[in-house]
Every structure is written in structure tokens, then in C-alpha cells.
T-cell receptor
Framework: DTEVTQTPKHLVMGMTNKKSLKCEQHMGHRAMYWYKQKAKKPPELMFVYSYEKLSINESVPSRFSPECPNSSLLNLHLHALQPEDSALYLC?????????????FGDGTRLSIL | GENVEQHPSTLSVQEGDSAVIKCTYSDSASNYFPWYKQELGKGPQLIIDIRSNVGEKKDQRIAVTLNKTAKHFSLHITETQPEDSAVYFCAASQNQAGTALIFGKGTTLSVSS
């Protein structure tokens, strides 16, 4: 069982909908990440939060809006998405910010845009 | 920036055989090399990692080797079992603020019994 929990597991939404993805970890990690993964491809980094502050935004469109309410929670707010945004969205956490810290992934939210 | 190449893209072995997956990286400043296993419908699971001050690391049936001079690192799985079937990703990163894990394109390993 993964120690990073993501909800929902599956989400289908229209292009005009607003929805949120949620991620939770209780390992005391201080860095949290959002990744996007298309089928048969490696994960692509979207955002990094360190000590609840956004530290990396990999030029992600504004229709994706991250939020880190506290050190255990990470949200990804979605609005006006496009069909090409259909993908597996993965959350990860690591003890400290820094790409050489082990990152632990959740099982993701499978998002389909109609 | 960093580029990670991973080979082969698919690998089929018989149960009990060994499997080797190889990666090369381009940036000599990279110093951390994790390997992830991703099963169908699951997120990537960290299975082993190695840092640049170490040449080899083992954990039961899996081992990773690193050749810093050649910028190569490899995953070795011995006595493969059907449950080893998955997609394996290598990655590389630097200990610098603002850098990220750079993943290889993945290897689909199939172990037949």
C-alpha cells in the first residue's frame, strides 16, 4: 500500500467543469509534487511545493491551479480543461525539497476530459 | 539540460532468468539515480536508488550499478518472477535547487512462467 493517498481514483469531467484532485501524506515530508503521466510515457513534473510554498512551476497552463493548505495536503484545482489534459495525475512527496531526495508516489487520479 | 536514455524499451525473459536494464545520462553534475517500478493501474514505486559516491547497491534480488566515468547506470534483477512484470523507469537528478528528476522513457519487462 502506498503512503501517499490520492482521491478520487478516477474522474470524468466536461471542459466547462471545475473539479479538484486531492493528495495526502502522513510521513512528515516537507516537499510535495504534482506530475502528469500520459500512457506509455514517463511522469512529467508540473509543480513542486516546499514547506507549503510553490517553488517550481514547469510552465503549466493556468487552467491547473495547485494549492498546499498544510504540510500534509496538496490539491490540484482544475478548470476549463482540454481533451489533451486527459492523463494520470500523480502526487509525490519527499523528505525535503531537492531532487536527490527519494520521492514516493501515490497511485494517481485517472482523469478523462469529455 | 539533463537527458536520460533507457534501453531496451521492452524486455521478455523466462521466469528464473536475469534481467538487465541500462540507462545513460548526459550531465556529469547528476548525482542521484533512482529506479521506479510501475504496475498497471498503480503509481511508480521506488525500488532502489544510488548516489554518485557509491558504485553498486543491492537489495535482495535487485541491484544497481553506477559508472560515473561512462555516465551509465544499470538495474539488475536476478531470479525473475512473474510479479516482476511491470514498467521500469530510471531517473537522474542533481543536488541543486530548482532541478527535477529526469526520467528515462521506460522499459516494459515481461516475465513468463
Amino acid at each position: 500500500d502506498t503512503e501517499v493517498t490520492q482521491t478520487p481514483k478516477h474522474l470524468v469531467m466536461g471542459m466547462t467543469n471545475k473539479k479538484s484532485l486531492k493528495c495526502e501524506q502522513h510521513m512528515g515530508h516537507r516537499a510535495m509534487y504534482w506530475y502528469k503521466q500520459k500512457a506509455k510515457k514517463p511522469p512529467e513534473l508540473m509543480f513542486v511545493y516546499s514547506y507549503e510554498k510553490l517553488s517550481i512551476n514547469e510552465s503549466v497552463p493556468s487552467r491547473f491551479s495547485p494549492e498546499c493548505p498544510n504540510s500534509s495536503l496538496l490539491n490540484l484545482h482544475l478548470h476549463a480543461l482540454q481533451p489533451e489534459d486527459s492523463a494520470l495525475y500523480l502526487c509525490a512527496s519527499s523528505p525535503l525539497r531537492g531532487s536527490n531526495q527519494p520521492q514516493h508516489f501515490g497511485d494517481g487520479t485517472r482523469l478523462s476530459i469529455l | 539540460g539533463e537527458n536520460v536514455e533507457q534501453h531496451p524499451s521492452t524486455l521478455s525473459v523466462q521466469e528464473g532468468d536475469s534481467a538487465v536494464i541500462k540507462c545513460t545520462y548526459s550531465d556529469s553534475a547528476s548525482n542521484y539515480f533512482p529506479w521506479y517500478k510501475q504496475e498497471l493501474g498503480k503509481g511508480p514505486q521506488l525500488i532502489i536508488d544510488i548516489r554518485s559516491n557509491v558504485g553498486e547497491k543491492k537489495d535482495q534480488r535487485i541491484a544497481v550499478t553506477l559508472n560515473k566515468t561512462a555516465k551509465h547506470f544499470s538495474l539488475h534483477i536476478t531470479e525473475t518472477q512473474p510479479e516482476d512484470s511491470a514498467v521500469y523507469f530510471c531517473a537522474a537528478s542533481q543536488n541543486q535547487a530548482g532541478t527535477a528528476l529526469i526520467f528515462g522513457k521506460g522499459t516494459t519487462l515481461s516475465v513468463s512462467s
